[in-house]
């Protein structure tokens, strides 16, 4: 008869630990329909963006979740697109075209911009991550996060002083903005992303050391703020699948379509 494992205080200490994470990062999670509004917001964003003509790539916790999961993360609650700085102007210049589905564009002081549903409801009032700004958001969102060309770091870095405050070692390669994109799934949607296998495990290797081994949050999506203490875990095999969209009706004022999409460009 084999003797059983014993289990020491510090044992004990940690499991508590890791319990308690678990407890906070379900309480991070979006509800159903939540989870249906975001992939629409998606869906009809890079549906636009592609017949404008606008560059994007899937980016952060988003393109985690399309590598490691396939699709949104079980606990993630918005999404990321990076888009040039010099594109926001354009992006803006189509609102009435997101306003036919029921989307609207927010600014976002300091980082870009934000998609979200016009009737969904409004977060507190409160002060962005500088401090100083008073901003209000809407939830769920997508994140347009604005980048820029560094001709003295020959790189693409975030764009607006609070989000370069915030995270000055976010970067996109030359490679990585300006070669061809890949379409790669999330979820149900085909989304552009950093072309190549190698080099999106590279940026996920850069930005989220642990990616393959631990979940890690940071952010209060909600309160627009950093944790006190951030949500660290074990990845398990069980968090390695994603939250579908539901086969509920649409989100949006009205439903979207590819199939309409013209002038659409593959190679952008």
Same mark, same amino acid.
């Given at each position: 008869?084999?003797? #059983?494992? *014993? ?15 678990? @407890? ?70 189509? %609102?009435?075209? /997101? *306003? ?20 969904? #409801? ?17 939830? $769920? ?6 980048? %820029?060309?560094? *001709? ?27 070669? $061809?994109?890949?379409?790669? $799934? ?14 999106? %495990?590279?940026?996920?290797? =850069? ?14 999506? =909600? @309160?627009?703020?950093? /944790? ?14 994603? =939250? #579908?969209?539901?086969?509920? #009706?649409?989100?949006?004022?009205? $439903?979207? @379509? ?11």
């Amino acid at each position: 008869m084999e003797n #059983p494992i *014993a289990i020491t205080d510090a044992d004990r200490k940690l499991l508590t630990y890791y319990a308690n994470m678990r @407890s906070r990062l379900e309480k991070e999670k979006l509800n159903d329909i939540e989870v249906d509004k975001l992939y629409d917001i998606v869906e009809v964003t890079g549906g636009l963006f592609d017949k404008h003509g606008i560059r994007y790539t899937i980016e952060g916790g988003t393109l985690l979740g399309a590598v490691r999961n396939g699709g949104l993360i079980e606990h993630d609650n918005d999404a990321d697109f990076d888009v040039l700085q010099d594109d926001l102007d354009k992006i803006k210049a189509l %609102r009435s075209n /997101f *306003a036919e589905y029921g989307l609207e564009i927010i600014d976002v002081p300091g980082w870009g911009l934000q998609v979200t549903h016009i009737d969904n #409801p409004c977060l507190a009032p409160g002060l962005w991550t500088d401090g100083v700004t008073e901003w209000t958001s809407k939830w $769920p969102f997508l994140d347009l996060i604005a980048i %820029r060309w560094d *001709a003295i770091e020959q790189q693409y870095i975030l764009a607006q002083n609070v989000a370069y405050h915030d995270y000055p070692e976010y970067h996109l390669t030359r490679s990585d903005w300006e070669n $061809p994109f890949e379409k790669i $799934p999330f979820g149900h949607l085909m989304l552009w992303a950093i072309s190549g296998t190698k080099n999106r %495990r590279a940026y996920l290797d =850069r930005h989220y050391r642990n990616w393959d081994r631990m979940i890690e949050m940071k952010m209060d999506h =909600r @309160s627009n703020q950093y /944790f006190q203490v951030k949500i660290q875990c074990p990845l398990y095999s069980e968090d390695l699948c994603h =939250r #579908p969209r539901s086969k509920n #009706p649409t989100t949006l004022k009205k $439903p979207y @379509s590819r199939t309409k999409v013209i002038n659409m460009i593959e190679e952008n």
